[in-house]
């Protein structure tokens, strides 16, 4: 079974950055598939980028351009940094190996 911590998250203005982080602990992680979900207040949860193994991307077309996925199989992590932050990004973002999910973590873009 994988446990998934994620990190990063926060409050930041239009505009800003932000650098998510999913750690990951209980596999053979540099096999995995690993994806950002997120899921704002009375939405959907909905998918927001992907990673394969060999480091093939994915990007909703919402954060096309503005989003990169990427991953360092040393440390058993994969990123997700955000530049140009809109209000409509506030959600908690989750990475998702498989079946299991991390707990979360909250990004509130906001002046």
């Known amino acids: 079974q994988v446990q998934l911590v994620e990190s990063g998250g926060g409050l930041v203005q239009p505009g800003g950055s932000l650098r998510l982080s999913c750690a990951a602990s209980g596999s053979i992680f540099s096999s995995d598939v690993v994806f950002w979900y997120r899921q704002a207040p009375g939405k959907q949860r909905e998918l927001v980028a992907g990673?394969?193994?060999?480091?093939?991307?994915n990007y909703a077309d919402s954060v096309k351009g503005r989003f990169t996925i990427s991953r360092d199989n040393a440390k058993n992590t994969v990123y997700l940094l955000m530049n140009s932050l809109k209000p409509e990004d506030t959600a908690v973002y989750y990475c998702?190996?498989?079946?299991?999910w991390g707990q979360g973590t909250q990004v509130t873009v906001s002046s």
């Open positions: 998702k190996v498989d079946i299991n």
């Open positions: 990673i394969g193994s060999s480091g093939d991307t």
